[in-house]
């Protein structure tokens, strides 16, 4: 329980920078920041990355990734050891640092893989199974591995819980009309 606890409360930055460009389309003061992180730049034809992948989503993921991590190691301090494992390392690390990396990374990854998925011919905004999936996983954990490598069990347990996590919160997004597909 402890081990679910950690991967959940570590990789909750990550989870919440991929999310927050959802929502910042829907702020009317940031719809100045509404550029494609492409600059409509093409490759092979294709546009890179396509509309989807916004500096605004970009720039506010990781902001709100960041402030998050910090919150969530204030946070820390003050809940019982109990009910949760944080590994020593974590209260030695630096939250902004660790924030801007999950951050980052989570939203990296997901560019990268709309690089693949305009070359695979895939739509935008279609799902791509299982690549929509773990994306921002695989881009997190690159990123936050230049300052902390986690243990195999740590890594696959991140990787299921947050697949899972994913999953739910894309049905949610659906049947709250914050995205256009269930899955």
């Given at each position: ?109 997901d560019a990268v893989k709309s690089f693949f998925k305009r070359r695979a011919n895939v739509k935008p905004g279609s ?27 740590e890594y696959i347990l991140i990787l299921i819980v947050w697949v899972a996590i994913h999953i739910v919160s894309t049905v949610s997004g659906y049947f ?8």
């Amino acid at each position: 329980m402890k081990e679910l606890f950690f991967v959940i409360w570590f990789f909750l930055p990550a989870g919440i920078a991929n999310v927050t460009p959802i929502f910042a389309t829907r702020m009317p003061f940031l719809n100045h920041w509404n550029y494609p992180l492409d600059f409509y730049k093409c490759f092979n034809g294709k546009r890179i990355l396509g509309d989807h992948k916004t500096i605004r989503g970009f720039i506010s993921g990781i902001i709100i990734g960041t402030v998050s991590s910090y919150l969530l190691f204030k946070l820390s301090f003050y809940l019982p050891s109990t009910i949760y494992h944080l590994p020593s390392w974590y209260y030695s690390s630096n939250s902004i640092l660790l924030g801007i990396l999950l951050s980052a990374g989570a939203l990296l990854g997901d560019a990268v893989k709309s690089f693949f998925k305009r070359r695979a011919n895939v739509k935008p905004g279609s799902t791509w199974i299982p690549f929509d999936q773990i994306d921002y996983i695989v881009g997190g954990l690159f990123f936050v591995s230049f300052i902390h490598v986690l243990s195999l069990v740590e890594y696959i347990l991140i990787l299921i819980v947050w697949v899972a996590i994913h999953i739910v919160s894309t049905v949610s997004g659906y049947f709250l009309h914050l995205k256009d597909q269930p899955y």
